[in-house]
């Protein structure tokens, strides 16, 4: 056996035993037994309890109102709550296992989306590392912090596909491509439940929203979505089904109705698909009030309904609603809803208390807050994850120099209102994260720098005055280049409820940059957003530009040295950058017309009909500005072309399990400085029953490269990678023209040509 042969089976082992313990939760004889026993204690008042969710502390929407918890908890009426941490939290497991009759202690759950008081990159901006290791490490430093103040279940990830930028909540995934969101997924769920749910610092995740609510119609937050079967199976459903098979303990049903079926009483995605298909045993809670929201859509008059239809379509959980506590009772009595129902869901609820061991040690070890929190180690990791998820988005020369990194010895305006807001820089969803925790691109630039720094507002985030514009131009005069932090509002702007129908930089933030470099001084535009934002005017004018996100609390120092070269940014895209809104929703996979137009000259009118009567617009080119995928580096990268081991394979051996083939590529740092570089496959399918996308990603790696290094890049190409929903709605391979793309983004590169005979 050569060593690499015995390298690749102790990966191999390494992750059955991963995937082993992924499922044994969810099947250990002793504690379905544990279940048994208590089922067969618990009234019917009991059971419907552990059905109960509520927001015991501060409020991220509508709620019942009530605030009688200690009684509830005492009396066995509630299953979770959640806004309650430290010893708050412990006060009310003590209530739960001492005074209630059955000991049953609460599951406490809290929105950790980005880091807990550590916080990392929004998860838009993480997802743009392209390195599921990074991911995973953000997570785990989550769960170490979150489970110290008594939280044992975040509500993340959110692996909703995105594909339209005004959606507010695109910040809170991984973008448009459900290969690469698969496998955020997965680094998600790893990283938060660990090795061992039970361990004290570990915490349940909850894959969201169940599902579709990436597509809300016109971006609008909470809107309808309409889905087609095959789109959903292939598109929105596999991240979900991705961090399902690496163990996660739940998941949350979706604000959004599907196909005229709100998605929180949807018995197609969450009995057949979820439970039956899957063989999903972990519990399924409603997002806030989405259970009562079903009234609103339309298919309940009143609650009880609302309530019977979510309880047997597959909500075990009713966050918030109060809906189940009082009706259940009442439709179970009346023979509407099946006592077999209740009991599967108060299993399934068990079953993720006793995975996290609360039955055996309920209270959270509050002395470890000491040394978590923002701890050396996780500060290190928020920093490294904030470097690695910039990316370059142009950086042209003047006097053939490259404009990035700065100049040591440059004297540097630093102007805009996102220069120096810790507050933004945390970015929304940031639990316990304070703005205090957070260090500004001014602060740091100013230790660096000292006099060497010249520092103007400029403008405020939203608004009209142009007060500050004199004090902004006269500093980009004193400076020998300027740095231009403009952006969104994190809190306002992106999230939750943070739709935008309009993608430019908003107020007169432009405005401010067209000033600014009018003045002669070249100008580094460093944008912080939750978003892809409209940069066609800076996109022209601008010689640098650099996306940001909201970058954490080491936005500062993540931001100087990368600045400065000290960190070679190495970013990609995880979503289509914009010419204009109107192009919305934008995403690189897009499905071939009949009649195709690439981008044309739109300035001046088609003269023919064979120009004119394309899919196209009349007044912008339909690429996008920056495409999925795209990033620039301090360095250069050159592409070999790609090597197939087979020029042809057959469908039915990919679909009988035979292996497929191995696709290369090498890739030469051609430039003078050490880089990262994210190497891309992309296929195209021709000839199947369906039309495929124009290109789908299907493998990525990244590599370190010293300047004139080569590296032989290989990725397999078989039947995961081939199979999709056919015409007969059967996952399989089809014969077909393949072409194969390796290169650094979605556009770029020459193919391969393969036959899937």
Same mark, same amino acid.
């Given at each position: ?14 992750l059955?035993?991963?995937?082993a313990?992924?499922?044994?939760? =969810? ?8 279940i ?6 618990? %009234?019917?008042? #009991?059971? !419907? ?17 009530? =605030? ?20 708050? &939290?412990?006060d009310f ?13 609460l599951i ?17 901006? !993480? ?12 997570a785990?430093?989550s ?8 939280v ?22 991984? $973008?448009?491509d459900t ?6 997924a ?10 061992? +749910?039970?361990?004290?610092?570990? !915490? ?6 169940f ?7 016109g ?10 079967e095959r789109?959903?199976r ?17 998941v ?10 709100? &998605?929180?009483? *949807? ?7 979820? +439970? @039956?298909?899957?063989n ?7 997002d ?10 339309? !298919?309940?008059?009143?609650?009880? %309904?609302?309530?019977?239809?979510s ?28 006592m ?24 959270a ?39 990035? /990194? ?38 740091s630039?100013?230790? @660096? +720098? ?33 740095v ?13 409820a $943070? ?8 107020? *007169? ?7 600014? #470099?009018?003045?002669?001084?070249p ?8 978003? /892809? ?10 010689p ?14 993540? +931001? ?18 914009p010419?204009?809104?109107g ?23 088609? =003269? ?6 394309k ?13 999925f ?19 042809t ?16 590529? #090498?890739v030469?740092?051609?430039? @003078? ?38 590296k032989?890049?290989?990725? =397999? ?24 793309w ?9 193919p ?6």
């Amino acid at each position: 056996m050569t060593w690499r042969v015995r390298k690749l089976t102790v990966i191999a082992i390494c992750l059955l035993s991963l995937s082993a313990w992924a499922q044994n939760w =969810t099947n250990d004889p002793k504690t379905e037994k544990r279940i048994d026993s208590l089922l067969k204690q618990m %009234t019917l008042e #009991e059971k !419907i309890g552990q059905v109960n969710q509520y927001s015991a502390g501060t409020p991220t929407g509508p709620g019942t109102g009530r =605030t009688d918890y200690d009684d509830m908890v005492a009396k066995g009426e509630v299953g979770s709550l959640f806004n309650v941490t430290g010893q708050k &939290a412990n006060d009310f497991q003590k209530i739960a296992v001492e005074k209630s009759r059955l000991k049953i202690p609460l599951i406490i759950g809290l929105d950790v989306i980005h880091g807990y008081r550590t916080i990392f990159p929004v998860p838009l901006g !993480i997802s743009a590392t392209w390195d599921p290791a990074v991911v995973e490490k953000a997570a785990r430093v989550s769960a170490e912090e979150a489970s110290a103040d008594g939280v044992r279940w975040t509500f993340s990830p959110m692996v909703d596909i995105a594909r339209d930028a005004r959606w507010g909540r695109i910040t809170e995934g991984a $973008g448009e491509d459900t290969y690469l969101g698969s496998a955020i997924a997965r680094a998600y769920v790893r990283g938060y439940q660990g090795t061992n +749910l039970a361990n004290a610092d570990s !915490i349940a995740a909850c894959l969201k929203h169940f599902v579709g609510y990436g597509a809300a119609e016109g971006g609008r937050d909470y809107n309808t979505t309409e889905i087609p079967e095959r789109l959903l199976r292939q598109v929105y459903l596999p991240p979900f089904h991705a961090g399902i098979e690496e163990g996660s303990a739940t998941v949350m049903s979706a604000f959004n109705s599907l196909n005229e079926i709100p &998605a929180s009483s *949807n018995a197609f995605t969450l009995d057949q698909i979820l +439970l @039956k298909e899957w063989n999903f045993r972990g519990m399924v809670v409603s997002d806030w009030t989405s259970i009562a929201e079903t009234i609103n859509h339309g !298919i309940a008059n009143d609650g009880a %309904t609302a309530a019977r239809k979510s309880f047997l379509a597959g909500v075990d959980m009713d966050m918030e609603a109060n809906l189940y506590w009082t009706n259940l009772a009442n439709e179970i009595k009346a023979g509407r809803v099946p006592m077999a129902r209740l009991d599967e869901a108060v299993r399934r609820i068990l079953r993720v208390k006793f995975a996290l061991g609360l039955f055996d040690h309920p209270y959270a070890d509050l002395s470890r807050t000491n040394t978590v929190m923002l701890s050396a180690d996780h500060l290190a990791a928020a920093k490294m994850a904030a470097e690695k998820s910039f990316v370059l988005l142009k950086d042209d020369s003047i006097n053939q120099v490259p404009v990035l /990194p700065l100049k040591a010895d440059a004297k540097v305006a630093l102007i805009g209102p996102l220069a120096d807001s810790a507050q933004d820089m945390i970015g929304s969803w940031s639990a316990a994260g304070q703005a205090k925790d957070a260090i500004t691109l001014r602060k740091s630039l100013t230790e @660096k +720098l000292g006099g060497k720094l010249v520092y103007a507002k400029g403008t405020d985030i939203v608004g009209e005055s142009e007060e500050g514009f004199a004090e902004a131009t006269q500093a980009a005069q004193q400076a020998d280049v300027v740095v231009m932090a403009l952006g969104e509002d994190a809190q306002w702007m992106t999230g939750e409820a $943070g739709s935008r129908s309009e993608l430019g930089l908003p107020g *007169n933030q432009e405005k401010l940059l067209e000033a600014v #470099e009018a003045t002669g001084k070249p100008v580094v535009l460093v944008v912080f957003s939750g978003r /892809p934002v409209v940069l066609d005017w800076a996109s022209g004018h601008v010689p640098a530009i650099l996306e940001a996100w909201f970058p954490g609390v080491q936005a500062g120092p993540a +931001l100087t040295e990368t600045l400065y070269g000290q960190n070679n940014p190495g970013g990609k895209l995880t979503t289509s950058f914009p010419r204009s809104v109107g192009q919305e929703p934008l995403y690189y996979n897009q499905l071939p017309t009949g009649r195709p137009a690439g981008d044309i000259d739109l300035s001046k009118p088609p =003269t023919d009909g064979a120009t004119k009567y394309k899919s196209r617009y009349i007044d912008q080119m339909n690429s996008a500005l920056y495409p999925f995928g795209y990033g620039l580096s301090y360095t250069t990268f050159e592409y070999s072309p790609v090597s197939l081991s087979a020029s042809t394979m057959t469908a039915a051996d990919l679909n009988a399990g035979k292996p497929g083939i191995t696709v290369t590529a #090498e890739v030469t740092n051609s430039g @003078k400085v050490a880089g990262e570089e994210v190497v891309q496959m992309y296929i195209n399918l021709r000839g199947t029953s369906v039309s495929r996308p124009v290109r789908e990603l299907k493998g990525f790696q990244k590599v370190m490269l010293q300047p004139g290094e080569k590296k032989k890049v290989t990725f =397999t190409l078989g039947r995961d990678e081939l199979a999709f929903w056919n015409i007969d709605m059967k996952d399989v391979v089809e014969p077909a023209a393949v072409k194969v793309w390796v290169a650094g983004n979605s556009v770029d590169g020459q193919p391969a040509v393969l036959t899937v005979q």
